[in-house]
């Protein structure tokens, strides 16, 4: 084993050390164990909130979207599907309607009236299961819009399936009757004849996300079809794609299959680059502003080994005397402080995968109108551990080089004078 090695090794374990120098080193060990911790936490929390976020936008909408904009190209939709079906990359197509409306319910008739802006989305709805899970979670499930055999004035309705957050702030509940207002696109003035229908409630769903859950609704593709000019609403296809990320490369190919300005299309990354950019981003600052905790544990890494210099000089001087090199002197502290580092980091990482795990099994509840999501999600990424660790380690090894170098530069014959 090399001097250096041994020395910075025994200096570690050396009991003759001052015990305010012993409660620096702890305090060393103790910030950057700190700062590897919160940063391995809350990095996993950002993890987990972009892959639940991305995971559920996911699940409500499709991958990529083909949209008409004229009247004739909507009545060939269904020639557009089976040329987009036959494209290796896609799995399934699924026509919809897309329009805003009111929604108007009578809490108590004639007394209290709860009224919303809802988002309507036309569809069939076997092909839209083939699009997105979405329809597999509405309760109670269903297999068609059609409604019949409820006792009451208003006779078979049309069906409607509301988000659950849209059912709760309407305080309406199943089988009951809502209407929708929604006005034409051309608004004549003076004659101004908004059109209503009112609706019956056969299901919520519940995708997990406040922003959906809150403002969307299901019609059938027909209902939509008649109760929504062309002009107001967005008509087109809803595709799926075997790989989610290849989601762009998808919608090229498909802009050139069909070569037509008539159709338009998109995608889930286009639509959703902003929110996953500002993600990205504030994942990014987070990381250097919770280094700074790991920083300042190297500010006290350095204290602590400038006051062991201090306090090891004659032992500094004896050992130049005998031929060390400055090298060798500088390399003592340089690896006793690195030691230091990597015990801190060391414990950092264990701490923050144990409680990543219990926050993971302990559920916690958020408030699904802020966070957009209702629990906490922690997901663990390899990179980021050994970023983080990496990182740690770098810090813990730049705050040596000064001291250590301070160390070298001590006169052998000076200090054995003077101690």
């Known amino acids: 084993m090399h001097y250096a090695l041994s020395i910075a090794l025994r200096y570690l374990r050396t009991k003759r050390r001052s015990g305010f120098v012993s409660r620096v080193t702890m305090i060393a060990v103790g910030g950057t164990f700190v700062g590897v911790t919160t940063l391995i936490i809350v990095l996993s929390l950002m993890n987990g909130f972009e892959g639940e976020l991305r995971s559920r936008i996911i699940e409500f909408n499709t991958h990529v979207l083909v949209f008409s904009r004229t009247p004739s190209s909507w009545e060939g939709i269904d020639s557009v599907a089976a040329t987009i079906t036959s494209l290796p990359d896609v799995v399934a197509t699924a026509p919809f309607i897309r329009s805003e409306a009111l929604a108007y319910y009578e809490v108590v008739p004639g007394v209290r009236v709860k009224t919303t802006g809802v988002i309507i989305k036309g569809i069939d709805l076997d092909k839209e299961r083939s699009v997105s899970t979405v329809i597999d979670s509405i309760s109670p499930p269903i297999t068609s819009f059609a409604v019949s055999g409820f006792d009451d004035d208003e006779g078979d309705l049309p069906g409607i399936v509301l988000g659950e957050d849209l059912a709760l702030a309407l305080r309406i509940s199943y089988s009951e009757v809502l209407t929708l ?96 950019s500002y993600i990205k981003v504030e994942k990014i600052l987070m990381f250097l502003l919770l280094t700074l905790i790991i920083l300042i544990a190297a500010f006290n890494l350095v204290g602590m080994l400038t006051m062991v210099i201090m306090e090891k000089r004659s032992e500094i001087g004896i050992l130049r005397s005998m031929g060390a090199s400055s090298g060798g002197i500088m390399s003592i502290f340089m690896i006793e402080g690195t030691v230091i580092g990597m015990l801190g980091t060391g414990l950092g990482i264990v701490a923050g995968l144990v409680i990543c795990a219990i926050l993971k099994e302990i559920h916690i509840d958020l408030p699904p109108d802020v966070y957009f999501i209702n629990t906490l999600p922690v997901v663990v990424e390899a990179f980021d551990i050994v970023l983080v660790g990496c990182a740690s380690l770098f810090i813990s090894f730049a705050a040596t080089i000064y001291p250590s170098w301070e160390a070298c530069r001590l006169l052998p014959l000076d200090v054995i004078r003077y101690d």
């Not at 003035?189 to 019956?200: L, S």
């Not at 995708?207 to 079809?225: H, K, M, N, P, Q």
Request: aromatic share 14%; no cysteine; proline share 2%.
């Open 181 to 276: 207002v929604t006005a034409p696109a051309e608004l004549k003035v003076g004659k101004v004849q908004p059109r209503t229908r009112d609706f019956r409630v056969i299901g919520t769903f519940k995708t997990g996300v406040y922003e959906f859950d809150s403002r969307f609704a299901y019609i059938g593709l027909a209902e939509a079809e008649t109760f929504f000019d062309f002009e107001a609403t967005t008509r087109g296809l809803g595709i799926k794609v075997k790989d989610i990320y290849r989601a762009a490369d998808v919608d090229e190919k498909i802009r050139d299959r069909l070569q037509s300005y008539v159709y338009g299309t998109n995608n889930w990354i286009q639509m959703n680059r902003n929110l996953f």
